[in-house]
């Protein structure tokens, strides 16, 4: 019998039942195990990820922290070195405020010893009056001619006359440009004031000459309908009397000794028509890194620490911005006989706050030549150009350097040098070629480099059409 031999088989089949249920339990657990490895895997990852993007975030704003840092500290030096300067221009002004006030008590001095000798002259006089003819001297002068001389101590007269444009100003701003005028260390009648209210909506009141008058100072306030500040300069020109006038923006602060040392200058170079100085950024200007290069276009000069004078008839460092400028009255006289000849196409400056036309203080500047006079740059005067931050803009910066461009061809007009139109190939080769991109890292720079090219083609070829120019030899040249 073989029955045994069946019942071996049937207990190793069971028992490779149950190696086989635990193998493919084992192999769940070790799928399950894959997934869950899998999923952590992913979750690695994304942390990972995650961990890679803040540490380069961390090291942009750990950049950004240095860059800001860098920045303060600039700031701080400036500030240092703003502050020495402040110091050493009171330190300055003490010193000639003192021998301002030894000078008076001099004179004052030097006057009782004159008025006493006055009157012991008419005393002298009184008692020969009273003696007979025959015991009076010989050549002895008749009554008129010993009659008591008069005092002659008299105000200072007014050598100068600081005229200022406005249209709609920032009041707080004009307020603080009027009271450093009023702060000028010298004699209340040694200057005259002129106010110009170019078409302001409101009109400026005549409270605002309030700090002028409370120091004794003649002033005046006229209103100029016609908008634009050519128009108000030439106004201001025509209602000023004194041999020099000094130009003043409404945003631009001067330091208590600039009306003296404008006056020295104009002593000391007589062959000097119009010279001007230094013109800083006011402490609440903010501006962007990249418009630094730009500022000269928004009047923030400084050409060095040494004068720079020339009398050819071209733009140059020489060529002083109207604001903080003096210029002798030959100069304004040649220049409004000039203008006067002009026809209305050829009108340059600012109108309002839409058409940002310039020119018209070059203009001005270059009449020095004509009298045979010379520009020059003074680094002793400064002023403080308190500029609205909203001129730092781009939409403002386009508009402006396209006025600029504009404004060069409409000068060259002026003075004689017709330029000939452009035609179209003429006027995309120059717009492209003008102001190189590798001159100008930054792409706005090259953008509104971009709109001064675009002003200038515009006015050398559509603004060359119209009736009202096409008058290359008018009376004026």
Known sequence: MTWPLPSKMTQSEAELKILLKEAEKRAADAARLATENEQWARKNETLLTLAVKRELEAATQAQQAE???????????????????????????????????????TAEQRANEFEAKLAEANTALTTLKQQPPDQRQRGLRDEEETKVLPDIRQEP????????????PRREVLDLVLRSIAAQIIPAGGFLFLLVDNASSPAVPETVLAPLRDRGISCRLVQE??????????????????????????????????????????????????????????????????????????????????????????????????????????????????????????SVGQVGSKNLMRGEDSLLMRMAHRVDLACSY??????????????????????????????????????????SPLTARNAWTYFWTRQPHQQHPNWRVILLMKAWSLGYIVER???L?????????????
């Open 225 to 346: 309908s016609r908008p634009g500040i050519f128009h108000a300069r030439n106004r201001a020109m025509r209602e000023s009397i004194q041999p020099l006038v000094l130009w003043i923006d409404d945003d631009t602060e001067f330091p208590p000794d600039h009306v003296s040392k404008c006056l020295t200058i104009a002593q000391q170079h007589p062959e000097i028509g119009c010279f001007g100085g230094k013109l800083r950024l006011g402490p609440h200007c903010r501006f962007p890194a990249w418009t630094a290069s730009l500022h000269p276009w928004l009047a923030i000069i400084d050409r060095g620490e040494e004068p720079i004078t020339n009398k050819t008839d071209q733009w140059g460092f020489w060529e002083p911005p109207t604001a903080g400028a003096v210029v002798r009255r030959e100069v304004i006289a040649h220049y409004l006989e000039f203008v006067d000849k002009l026809p209305p196409a050829f």
């Open 67 to 105: 860059k800001r840092a860098a920045q303060a500290v600039k700031l701080s030096t400036d500030n240092a070195k703003w502050a020495n300067d402040s110091v050493t221009q009171v330190k300055q002004l003490t010193k000639e405020l003192i021998a301002l006030q030894t000078r008076a008590q």
């Open 461 to 463: 070829t559509v603004r």
């Open 378 to 419: 003074q680094p002793t005067l400064w002023g403080i150009h308190h500029l609205d931050n909203r001129r730092f803009r781009l939409r403002f910066l386009l508009r402006l350097l396209y006025g600029y461009g504009r404004s060069y061809v409409r000068l060259e007009r002026i003075f004689g040098n017709e330029l």
């Open 157 to 168: 007269s007014p050598l100068i006359e600081i005229c200022l444009c406005t249209h709609n």
């Open 465 to 477: 059409n119209e009736a009202s120019v096409r008058q290359p030899h008018h009376p004026a040249l």
